[in-house]
Each structure stands twice: as C-alpha cells, then as structure tokens.
C-alpha cells in the first residue's frame, strides 16, 4: 500500500529564513509521481509541483526547491528566504502513473512565518 | 485560479439531512475526482469519474453517492448526514497526470 509520511507537524520559522519539509514515502510501483499542494488559511488547495519518479534532478522555482531522492524515498521541499504569505500547510502526496490517479496525501505540515 | 469550479461554498444543515455538492471541472478535462478534508482523517480520496464513468472508489461511505454528467460536470451527494460528516469536501479534475483541486465546499452538520 502506497503511504507518505510528513513527520514535520508544525513548523514556525521568522521570516528570510530558509526552511525544508520533509516527506518520505512508500510504494512498491516502480513508476509513481509525487506532488506538493498548498493549503492558504483561506482553504484551496492549490498545485505545486509534480515529480515523475524516473527524473530525480531537483527542480528550482524562484524561492521554492525540490529535492527528489528516490534511494531514501524522499521529495523534500525548501523554501529559501521566507516571506509571511508563505505561511500555509504543505502536502505531500502519492500517487501511481498512469490509470486512476487516487492522491495519496500526507497529513501536511503547517510553516508559519513570523514578520 | 485553478479553473475548478465548486458551489457551495459553505453548507450548513441538520443531521439526518441530505446535500448536494456541485463541480465543474477545467475545461477540456476529462477526469473529475471528490476527496474530502477531515481534522481526524486528513485528505481522503472518495470517488473518481472518468468522461462519465466510475473508474476508482475510495473510502466512500455509502450514504454517498456521485455521478458526473455529459457535459462532465459532477455531483457528490452526501445523505443521511451525521456530525462526522462536517469537513471541506474538494473536487478536482485532470487531463494528463496534473490534478488541479477547486477551492473546496465546506459543509458543516449540526
């Protein structure tokens, strides 16, 4: 069974600060994809990033970086010099290519920026 | 924006009742999916619809149901509704290997 695990439950850094959540994860396919959400105070979840599990080259977006190591099973995600709007709760989530694309979510990880 | 469309956006009702929520998906998708946010059991997947058929099921309880329409539009129906049921009820929809969430109905019981 397919699981994904954010040990991280809170995290509150002040603001310029990077800072890295982890996500671990489990599955026995060997072709997967993995994603990042983001989940503002006002509720949406709003799209990241999608990883194939066959390119592991780290992907950089502005502040926002992804560190895909599938020897660990992990896809971590850093965010360099924080600001205040970046305070949210981040998923990690699962799921297998191809077919039906059923996300399997971590429970999430709650990054508050302090001014 | 993602480009999914869910109404309402906040529900309030009595247990026992029964609610309807409605999902337009981005255009030009295909693939419709319904998960729902609790506090005790995070994101959970419940349904998926592909061009108008059922392709997975999750943990759906089957006091709901779901179907989605020829014009690819979709309808969670939630009766018999208990306290548990309260949470934020996410539709999304796909083309490729992308799923794109709407910004959720919030459905509260009392």
């Known amino acids: 069974a397919q699981k994904v695990t954010q040990a991280q439950t809170e995290i509150s850094v002040v603001e310029k600060e990077d800072v890295t959540l982890d996500c671990v994860y489990e599955?026995?396919?060997?072709?997967?994809?993995l994603f990042w959400y983001k989940q503002p105070p006002s509720g949406e979840l709003v799209f990241l990033i999608r990883?194939?599990?066959?390119?592991?080259q780290n992907e950089i977006s502005g502040r926002y970086s992804w560190n895909f190591q599938k020897s660990t099973s992990s896809f971590n995600f850093t965010i360099t010099a924080s600001q205040v709007v970046d305070s949210a709760v981040y998923f990690c989530?699962?799921?297998?290519?191809?077919?039906?694309?059923?996300?399997?979510f971590g429970q999430g990880t709650r990054l508050t920026i302090n001014p | 924006d993602s480009g999914v469309t869910q109404t309402p956006k906040h529900l309030i009702t009595a247990t026992g009742q029964r609610v309807t929520l409605r999902c337009s998906p981005r255009s030009g998708d295909l693939s419709v999916y319904w998960y729902q946010q609790s506090l005790d059991q995070g994101l959970q997947f419940l349904i998926h619809?592909?061009?108008?058929?059922?392709?997975a099921k999750g943990n759906i309880l089957e006091r709901f149901s779901a179907q989605q329409f020829p014009d690819l539009h979709s309808e969670l129906n939630l009766s018999s509704l208990e306290l548990g049921d309260s949470a934020l009820y996410f539709c999304a929809s796909s083309r490729g290997d992308t799923i794109y969430f709407g910004e959720g109905s919030w459905l509260t019981v009392v």
């Open positions: 619809y592909y061009n108008g058929e059922e392709r």
């Open positions: 989530a699962l799921s297998e290519a191809g077919g039906a694309q059923k996300l399997v």
């Open positions: 990883r194939n599990s066959f390119d592991e």
């Open positions: 599955t026995r396919d060997t072709t997967y994809y």
